[in-house]
């Protein structure tokens, strides 16, 4: 693994750990544990993270590929948070919250193994 691509794997990993707190949290609050705050708050944060592992990519020189789910990943995680803010006015929308969650999951182990094939 080169030098630039450490940053581009530490990212990617710290970004699945994240999602897996997220559902853990989620999972307090949803059994009356804890309330929504820490996991709305870690949820508007997430989407940060992402866009970093997405220029990350770029930096470490990442394959086509890798470019492309880490994009889609990035995308994904950004457009999260608002399907739960829309429950509201469009509740059939926001029900796609947990659908994409898992999607995000998916894309963020993808791009986090990813991260770690040889140059």
């Keep these: 693994m080169t030098v630039r691509r ?16 997220q559902v853990t949290l989620a999972g307090t609050a949803l059994f009356e544990l804890s309330d929504w705050t820490v996991h709305t708050g870690l949820g508007w944060g997430l989407p940060l993270v992402a866009i970093l592992v997405l220029a990350l990519a770029f930096v470490a020189r990442a394959d086509r590929r890798t470019l492309w789910l880490t994009l889609a990943l990035t995308v994904s995680a950004n457009v999260q948070p608002s399907l739960a803010e829309v429950r509201s006015v469009a509740p059939l929308v926001a029900a796609l919250h947990p659908v994409n969650a898992l999607l995000v999951f998916w894309l963020a182990v993808v791009v986090a193994r990813r991260s770690l094939d040889r140059d």
Aim: proline share 6%; hydrophobic share 80%; aromatic share 18%.
């Design 6 to 21: 450490v940053p581009f794997a530490a990212t990617a990993w710290l970004f699945v750990a994240g999602v897996v707190a």
